[in-house]
T-cell receptor, first 112, second 106 residues
Framework: GENVEQHPSTLSVQEGDSAVIKCTYSDSASNYFPWYKQELGKRPQLIID?????GEKKDQRIAVTLNKTAKHFSLHITETQPEDSAVYFC???????????FGAGTTVTVRA | NAGVTQTPKFQVLKTGQSMTLQCAQDMNHNSMYWYRQDPGMGLRLIYYSASEGTTDKGEVPNGYNVSRLNKREFSLRLESAAPSQTSVYFCASNQDFGNGTRLTVT
């Protein structure tokens, strides 16, 4: 099955700086890569996703890049704000279903 | 449009007791999923249903059963709860998650 590894496990950044989280996956058939944000005690919420036919996707301060040859993808958050503090999860699946294999998560803390 | 609705929000069971976690979605999605979330391990897929009438095992199915009652509803049953099943359980419909059920087994 798919194995997704996520790094780092914790990340502390100064408000206004950028944060980068990296994930690798093992199954070359995976072609859908979502990112979720989970605040304490809440459900995971989809913040951005990318499919294998594109290399980069951006939504305001959030961007995701995908390198299918190397089997890794990354989340970039620019101009971080205190409300960006949360646990972020990467995941991977095949396009025709949403059987997601998750990374272990990154706890992001934005220092004011 | 409520999205994905799970009940109950919290539950405490004694070892050996049984219970069913309920999940319903109103987005007309074909696929539904049950995950468990444990500290430091992300979310792991327990069972999924690609369409009404079909169910399949995920990564950690042992100790669980599921029923896809109709297109809207997908339930997860613990027949004989064990302390190792203490976890937060999330139901999902496509990429959308419910609010979770926090289960403690003593």
């Amino acid at each position: 099955g798919e194995n997704v590894e996520q790094h780092p496990s914790t990340l502390s950044v100064q408000e206004g700086d950028s944060a980068v989280i990296k994930c690798t996956y093992s199954d070359s058939a995976s072609n859908y890569f979502p990112w979720y944000k989970q605040e304490l005690g809440k459900r995971p919420q989809l913040i951005i996703d990318i499919r294998s036919n594109v290399g980069e996707k951006k939504d305001q301060r959030i961007a995701v890049t995908l390198n299918k040859t190397a089997k890794h993808f990354s989340l970039h958050i620019t101009e971080t704000q205190p409300e960006d503090s949360a646990v972020y999860f990467c995941a991977a699946s095949h396009r025709d279903d949403y059987k997601l294999s998750f990374g272990a998560g990154t706890t992001v803390t934005v220092r004011a | 449009n409520a999205g994905v609705t799970q009940t109950p929000k919290f539950q405490v069971l004694k070892t050996g007791q049984s219970m069913t976690l309920q999940c319903a979605q109103d987005m007309n999605h074909n696929s539904m999923y049950w995950y468990r979330q444990d500290p430091g391990m992300g979310l792991r897929l327990i069972y999924y249903s690609a369409s009404e009438g079909t169910t399949d095992k995920g990564e950690v199915p042992n100790g669980y059963n599921v029923s896809r009652l109709n297109k809207r509803e997908f339930s997860l049953r613990l027949e004989s709860a064990a302390p190792s099943q203490t976890s937060v359980y999330f139901c999902a419909s496509n990429q959308d998650f419910g609010n979770g059920t926090r289960l403690t087994v003593t």
